[in-house]
């Protein structure tokens, strides 16, 4: 499995967790027993910010290979001169 498709992968797993710690925090937030504990209000933040790095690697991704393929030392098939008659 390729590093992309690898991170791919964890990014819609992490953002499943990260879902599930939101609804958790709302749940605990709607008990109204007072102020739930840090580590309930608190949990959120550690897949919130996997999920950033994650999805900015992601956002990047495509740029990344345009330029790769742009700056290759590969000629395409437009780019080859003509031959003389």
């Given at each position: ?39 309930i ?45």
């Amino acid at each position: 499995m390729s590093t992309s498709s690898w991170i791919r992968r964890s990014h819609r797993w992490v953002s499943i967790a990260f879902t599930l710690t939101v609804i958790a925090n709302f749940a605990a937030m709607a008990q109204g027993s007072g102020v739930p504990p840090p580590w309930i209000t608190y949990a959120p933040l550690l897949p919130l910010a996997l999920l950033l790095f994650s999805g900015l690697y992601l956002f990047a991704l495509p740029y990344f290979g345009r330029y790769s393929s742009r700056h290759s030392s590969q000629r395409s098939v437009g780019d080859q001169e003509a031959p003389l008659a």
